[in-house]
């Protein structure tokens, strides 16, 4: 069972993941993590601080020589900033307070935790609340769903994104999706497919930091190769569709989540809705084919075998240069909201991030259905599950004769 | 912890539920049960099935003279059309196979299970699949979450749905919401708190009826009276966007879930997308109010005290009366899919089983912060709570001064 | 993924079990169940209850024709006795509360969970927590042990137990295991291999009947077949051994646990207390032999392929008919402790149960290792490890010449 | 909820814990840490590496200021030796190999993970897997003990053990328990309390390390202040006796476990192995005492009030100087088991990791019961917990005149 764990703060020294579950021998150095890392960073609209991280993976547990032990992955991320940030964030008691007291957070961002947390945590500096849940946790997810990628790999699975709308641009439909998506992708500072939608979504940005005002978007993250048959429909926490969308509703500032046709199939007939299912296909999909791929290659909680399509929406970066109206918590007075960093948008980074999560629930799904404590003995499972899918699909062509 | 398992086939003898967590000393009897069973049965454009089943609660453990136990709330509904089932759903080896080779489904429905589930787990008659992945089984969902909901009301949170969009009707922008929710929802034939909408939806569905087709739709699950802080923004899985997510995603059909402005919110700024903070409102959201709730009650995966708003798209049913396009697993030739069902639409059920979902995660979320072995103890620690937070309001109100 | 969930009260209507993960095509009729249910009601020394309950299964879910789906299994196994009960243990509110008042327990046993379980759920009747707490649950533990059990007979896994110590008595040291070992306990009244020993043991309890006194033991389980890599070293909750010391200390009743030698290894020196490797053994052990098994079948939390070991010692029942020191709650005064049942011990019961719990960890371990939605998948999964494990054994061999 | 994962091998860069779920607040300071760990490395029979090694904690996330946030706590302890290693350990490709083939294990270990770690994992070197089935893993459970023990100090909670056995010397019975027990155990070398058995016990280190052999043994963990009622009844998996077997069950070497009486429960009828029902006692145990603590401290999976007692038998380590007879993988023919580490006995060791694990299941049932985000909120609601057995107590009292 593949599990992860992330700790760490924004500020604080830097970020820890812990990734268990991942099988013995799979091929793995830093560079597989930082490739990601690098891409996370990227993207037209970002801030300063992405100039000051340059991230790059402490592979501390779990690989050797090369390869992974089974044990479980330790990688550390250093913040670079640590040395400005020391005196704010020590976890030593700091008797005076003055570092402490500095840098405090007192008029929450509306949008973000700092209210919330301030009051659930009983705590008089948001700085408590936001150094967690500040999106930079996410480079850790990163580095977790980089492993992960890495493992499906090796099963020849391709999971890519592209920004699908940004501010007010929508990416043109039936754009066309070149393999892999991310070569493509990455060109764009945007992370969009298509040139014109991609000029228009960097002057939506130009226009929105003139305007101080921040963008959101949606990213589309597409999944290829994979196999028939992984997730199960028995049991609700068991299908693929809930758990894609906890991985992926839980990355910071995501507030919609859609399969395939996602809304639109709502407004669509039944009989324009499905995926007709025809004989054709090769072995991952046990010789079926379809012609459309509505479903978004999820029936029952089950991939079918076409790609895996799922669509994340962000809102716009609740930290504003032209702040919100909000209260400052030490006076109660009406304020404008503090500061904290200042993206214009992240959507192209939130498609980066929803790639690792998927990565992870769906390598967490191929361990499942295929269990092996090494890459080779998975690999097996998962030969031998082919040859079955392909054995019904010669019978299926004989039959059919 | 609240957990919940759910057991049984489609036309088996019927369906388990197990609920475990569930502090002592909660008032609950059949009836809060079979209340939300007769909700889920109802909704303009339900087919024969409903009418036979006529679903009630049989409480078999965990309850004791009117109040929950603490010990796992054991619940069963029997299906009422098992002896017309019998002898092709029975448990017991069936020499011949006569009854179990009756009913045989052969020809895959698109957009269902069947397929995939035939293949994965190399079944040759797709009933094997279907009868579990029918949403019958959110029977035993919709009875946990009405044992949530009692628990739930005791600490004054009103949970409900209607019905937004349906086909292509959708309800007008700024419809109000009555409270309780439900009691007006439950009056429209669709759930719909629009008269004109409602009388639209169901013209919609009459001519889908008349096309033989099916209409999928969007509802709206509202959660009122939540305290500030449930869910915590520290770990992706503590996330409470990310639960609900799963939660409603996991439902049969469901390929799309908006939390707040959802979708809107990637399209518009920073400026228009946030609650701004101001002074107001009671003990539950700390003395502070927000004029808008576009983030649906939820900050950094933790309840605002805002309105928990929730929506979920459903495809139509992938079972029409004009069959889509399959292949007969049998003889490997291009068929007509089978029919099992013969619902139009189930949208407003559907929001009703999210609701019951929503209401399992909320409960969740309250015994994880109130911890508590009873009712009584869980209430006084959660009135601790808003004091604590009454106390800040109060502090608050006199450094504003 | 095996998960189980039990539900239901000692004297309520019945018991309920849902276990989960459970690969398709797996043989199973009511009788596989039910043989271990009787093997539980069996065993010298059990009161008046054993004869009135005579329990059976009612599979509810999850199997079709005499095979698993793949889906949850659903069983119920009701209580006879339930009409006799019905107005005590009525889920429904009683007004007048005649019939709940009834057999009220105010004066909780020493050593169950009468006393602490009415201070945490602050009840005023002993039954609302002596109904869950009663050893009764574990005929729903037992159910969900034979599913398991008829999994892993497929794969040439027996699992047996026996009574080694009852009272005073002990087997002597290195009485022989038969092949199948039930097949010869069960023969025993007290499930004892040695004739002798089960003698004074049946003398003992007769001892103890006279004295109105209750006798404790110990059981030993032994799980023979396994392929050796089950469980893993790498993370602390997946080891073998926790695990299975988990599942069998929670059989109410039971105190101490040991693997292999237990806590015989802690006096010996290390030359004496590990087992040499050798060249020899079938493919499960990857051709490698001990002529010891003082690690009991598990090295760091893994099987070696050795049978499986454990013992599990129980306590004497605590309720005895001379009844023992307590307090009457009502009335703040000293009194005999409540009696509610009549066994004299119950340890050849609790090795059934034991093994059951042991076959669920064992099942789980299985299928996390070998995956697969079938059980022809898992097996191919299974022959496929035991051709690498024979791979090696060969190279080794050649290696050796 | 509690959640602890740990990663890194054993003489790797270092070694990383994660502790979820310990609320905001808790004042922590890396010597509250670095002192058990120091604890951890102390105890007569040691070998070498405990001079290397001089373990401290760097905390990486969820302190600041010398308090808990509520988000995870990320802990690293770096091993001192990693320079010497680095180029066996190297997370790196090593072309050559040069490195990694460097100190390659061999010849697998009786008793060690190693020969099954090997053919599990298909490993040529057992390094592969003794790395991290090495008990140097149990340095970061040790630290998320340290800070459960410091939560659980906040309660009044105190958590100590000591050494009952070493080699064939058991400590006299009913030698007394000291308050703290930790202080005066850890004066003694071998953390024994009966000064003439230490001595004895020192002296079977000294003739086994003469003897080139090693020596096994049983730690007691007592703990203090417990209020009544942590752990449930109501399902197998939440009673904490089980929960604690398997937290100390899964320390390497451990092959037994006892709570209260343990074994000798088994032996004893029930009269005598219970414990009387008394009024007295303060509000932690609702007015009640008892005479003795025959059930460790646990009934029903539920903490009694009275001390938790919990044993541990370790058996002997299985890295003997006078090595066990093994085969060469390499060559497939005998030799003798390959020398790592050359503790002649961890006992004392042990007994201060089962603190830790006892500590942190201990911690998870106090915030499963008390809720809770910040320290201050818990113990309100601890208090609230206690006022109510109180009042229990009285009424207990004016019904007893």
């Not at 069972?1 to 099988?23: D, N, Q, W, Y």
């Not at 570092?99 to 008029?107: A, E, F, S």
């Not at 992240?346 to 799904?365: D, K, L, N, R």
């Given at each position: 069972?593949?599990?992860?764990?992330?700790?760490?703060?924004?500020?604080?020294?830097?970020?820890?993941?812990?990734?268990?579950?991942?099988?013995?021998?799979?091929?793995?150095?830093?560079?597989?993590?930082?490739?990601?890392?690098?891409?996370?960073?990227?993207?037209?609209?970002?801030?300063?601080?992405?100039?000051?991280?340059?991230?790059?993976?402490?592979?501390?547990?779990?690989?050797?020589?090369?390869?992974?032990?089974?044990?479980?992955?330790?990688?550390?991320?250093?913040?670079?900033?640590?040395?400005?940030?020391?005196?704010?964030?020590?976890?030593?008691?700091?008797?005076?307070?003055?570092?402490?007291?500095?840098?405090?957070?007192?008029?929450?961002?509306?949008?973000?935790?700092?209210?919330?947390?301030?009051?659930k945590y009983d705590r008089e500096d948001a700085r408590d609340i936001l150094e967690r849940a500040s999106a930079r946790e996410t480079v850790a997810r990163?580095?977790?769903?980089?492993?992960?990628?890495?493992?499906?790999?090796?099963?020849?699975?391709?999971?890519?994104?592209?920004?699908?709308?940004?501010?007010?641009?929508?990416?043109?439909?039936?754009?066309?999706?070149?393999?892999?998506?991310?070569?493509?992708?990455?060109?764009?500072?945007?992370?969009?497919?298509?040139?014109?939608?991609?000029?228009?979504?960097?002057?939506?940005?130009?226009?929105?930091?003139?305007?101080?005002?921040?963008?959101?978007?949606?990213?589309?993250?597409?999944?290829?190769?994979?196999?028939?048959?992984?997730?199960?429909?028995?049991?609700?926490?068991?299908?693929?569709?809930?758990?894609?969308?906890?991985?992926?509703?839980?990355?910071?500032?995501?507030?919609?989540?859609?399969?395939?046709?996602?809304?639109?199939?709502?407004?669509?007939?039944?009989?324009?809705?499905?995926?007709?299912?025809?004989?054709?296909?090769?072995?991952?999909?046990?010789?079926?084919?379809?012609?459309?791929?509505?479903?978004?290659?999820?029936?029952?909680?089950?991939?079918?075998?076409?790609?895996?399509?799922?669509?994340?929406?962000?809102?716009?970066?609740?930290?504003?240069?032209?702040?919100?109206?909000?209260?400052?918590?030490?006076?109660?007075?009406?304020?404008?909201?503090?500061?904290?960093?200042?993206?214009?948008?992240?959507?192209?980074?939130?498609?980066?991030?929803?790639?690792?999560?998927?990565?992870?629930?769906?390598?967490?799904?191929?361990?499942?259905?295929?269990?092996?404590?090494?890459?080779?003995?998975?690999?097996?499972?998962?030969?031998?599950?082919?040859?079955?899918?392909?054995?019904?699909?010669?019978?299926?062509?004989?039959?059919?004769?």
């Open positions: 069972m593949i599990r992860f764990t992330t700790g760490g703060e924004s500020h604080g020294k830097g970020l820890v993941a812990l990734l268990e579950g991942i099988p013995a021998g799979v091929p793995l150095v830093a560079e597989d993590v930082n490739r990601e890392l690098r891409r996370r960073m990227a993207g037209y609209g970002r801030g300063a601080r992405m100039k000051i991280e340059a991230d790059a993976v402490e592979l501390l547990g779990g690989v050797r020589a090369g390869a992974t032990l089974g044990s479980p992955i330790a990688m550390l991320i250093w913040n670079r900033d640590w040395e400005n940030w020391k005196d704010v964030m020590t976890p030593e008691p700091d008797p005076g307070g003055a570092g402490v007291r500095r840098r405090r957070v007192t008029r929450p961002r509306p949008g973000h935790a700092d209210l919330v947390g301030m009051l990163v580095a977790c769903g980089a492993v992960c990628r890495r493992l499906l790999g090796e099963f020849g699975v391709e999971i890519g994104s592209h920004v699908v709308e940004l501010g007010s641009v929508k990416v043109p439909e039936g754009v066309p999706l070149p393999t892999p998506i991310n070569q493509a992708a990455d060109q764009s500072p945007v992370r969009c497919l298509d040139a014109g939608a991609s000029q228009a979504m960097v002057a939506a940005v130009d226009a929105a930091t003139k305007a101080r005002d921040t963008l959101g978007g949606v990213a589309e993250v597409v999944v290829r190769g994979l196999v028939l048959g992984l997730g199960a429909h028995v049991s609700w926490d068991r299908k693929l569709d809930g758990r894609l969308a906890q991985a992926v509703m839980s990355i910071p500032a995501v507030k919609g989540i859609e399969i395939g046709l996602g809304f639109e199939a709502a407004r669509r007939r039944g009989s324009e809705a499905h995926d007709a299912i025809r004989r054709g296909g090769g072995d991952a999909t046990g010789g079926f084919a379809r012609r459309t791929n509505r479903a978004g290659g999820l029936e029952g909680g089950m991939t079918t075998g076409e790609p895996l399509v799922i669509r994340a929406a962000m809102k716009p970066l609740s930290t504003l240069r032209r702040p919100l109206e909000t209260v400052d918590m030490d006076t109660g007075e009406a304020a404008k909201a503090q500061s904290e960093r200042s993206d214009v948008t992240a959507v192209p980074a939130m498609g980066v991030v929803a790639e690792a999560m998927v990565a992870i629930v769906v390598a967490q799904a191929m361990v499942e259905k295929f269990g092996g404590d090494t890459l080779a003995e998975m690999r097996e499972n998962y030969d031998a599950y082919l040859r079955r899918l392909n054995r019904r699909r010669e019978q299926l062509a004989s039959d059919g004769e």
